[in-house]
């Protein structure tokens, strides 16, 4: 029964185990067959993708291939291009330069044909020369042989004439240009020796912006400089001028542009060494004493400068500036004393003419009030003078004589030319503008050394406190129109090695005296 049991489920088993077996066959088969289906898709779409991946490179080497092709195809185009240009250039060049050998073929042949030309002229001319020359000897024979003299004779005769006819040609010559330049250059230069005069001044410059002060002990300079330098500083500031404190014993020295200023600043130091109480309050205290009495002082000094021309009283601010050129001085002549010599010149000059003395005398009295403001206004003290007297209510007439006694403005009526006449007057009156004796002595004598120096000059004298030369000549070395050459060479040298102010006037003296007594 128990063997029943076990042989039937052995058989079960083996039926079931069979069964298994044959499905799992079957499965086996089928899923086989899946796998080469798989696989045949899968190759299928390998040879798609290859065949389609190629193609893509075919299609995209024969794009780049036309590519490529293309720009070949420009750039070779480009170069022909380019050929083709240098080869236009070349045959353009080429007929460039054709042409100018073919003009300097021409130009050649030209040359020659001058040269042959002139070769031919030049044979023709030293035949004539030669001519020339055999005339001119037989010319030259019959000469001598008729004047009885040889060409060298003749030669020295002829030189000496036509040098004495060019010497005399060149002095006129010379004498109408200086006389047409003196024309056309006398305003300007009146224009620049004035101001030279008044304004510059430069040999005088210490002389006329320093004031010297005598101390009563060296130990005065200590108490003028003050501890630190306080009190000079203070003196310099409130006075307005320069102190020098050098090693000259018992001395200082003031500089300053301003006459005025440098009066009131000397006058100050003065009083302060008297006092001997020297301190920055002293020092303003004193200044203000001293400035304010110089107020009235140059009033007075104005108005009686007004009084001495014989003019009524002028405004206040019109004297206080007269009375200011008392410190002004030009080559050591007193601009005030100037003004009123001026003044009495132009008043004996309008009475002459029959001009208005008064006004002429107050055009003269007023000419220089300009250099009062020089510093303080800028311009030429004649017209900054003109312009001044304007704002004070002055006449046109005397405004324009001032403004124009330089010639700085037109002449609008005769006071102006009177008060220049009258300026150069006074200016150049021996002994007005002194100088030094050392420089005036040296000054004659250079003068006459130059003069002397001059081929044919006898004598020189330097006459009118240097202002005039006086040369006397021989007259049979030298003529009349080697006397006007020689009085300008002159004047060149004087020019050129000198200093001197104003001018010098230069006269050649050629003097022939023939005596014969009748017996």
Partial sequence: MVLDSILSALAAGAAGFGVCYAFGRLKERALRAELLGRERDLREQLRKD???????????????????????????????????????????????????????????????????????????LETERQELRRVSSEARVRLESVAKLDSAEARTLLLREVERESARDAADLSRHLLEEARQRAEPEARRILATALQRCAAAHTFE???????????????????????????????????????????????????????????????????????????????????????????LRKGEDAVARAGLPPMAPAITELLGKLHFRHSYSQNVLHHSVEVAHLCGLMAAEMGADVAVSKRAGLLHDIGKALSQEVEGPHAIVGGDFLRRQGESPEIVNAVASHHEEVPHENV??????????VSASRPGSRSESMTTYLQRLENLERIALGFPGVEKAFAVQAGRELRVVVRPEKVDDGESYQLARQMARKIEDELLYPGQIRITVIRETRCVEFAK
């Fill in 415 to 424: 006071y102006g030319i009177l008060v220049a006449t009258a300026d150069a």
């Fill in 208 to 298: 006329t912006t320093t004031a010297t002060v005598a101390l009563t002990g060296d130990d005065m300079k200590g108490r003028i400089i003050g501890r630190e330098g306080r009190n000079i500083r203070s003196f310099e500031a409130t006075t307005g001028v320069t102190v020098l404190v050098d090693d000259t014993p018992n001395a200082v020295v003031l500089s300053a542009f301003d006459p005025v200023r440098r009066e009131v600043a000397r006058q100050t130091m003065e009083r302060l060494i008297l006092d001997g109480r020297i301190h920055p309050s002293r020092i303003e205290e004193v200044f203000k004493s001293v400035s304010e009495e110089m107020g009235a002082f140059i």
């Fill in 50 to 124: 290859t065949e389609a991946a190629g193609l893509a490179a075919r299609v995209a080497a024969q794009e780049q291939l036309a590519r490529e092709r293309a720009e070949y195809l420009q750039s070779l185009a480009g170069q022909r291009e380019s050929l083709v240009l240098d080869e236009r250039r070349l045959l353009d060049r080429e007929s460039v330069v054709n042409r100018q050998l073919d003009r300097l073929s021409q130009q050649e042949q030209d040359l020659r044909q001058r040269s042959e030309q002139l070769e031919a002229f030049r044979a023709g």
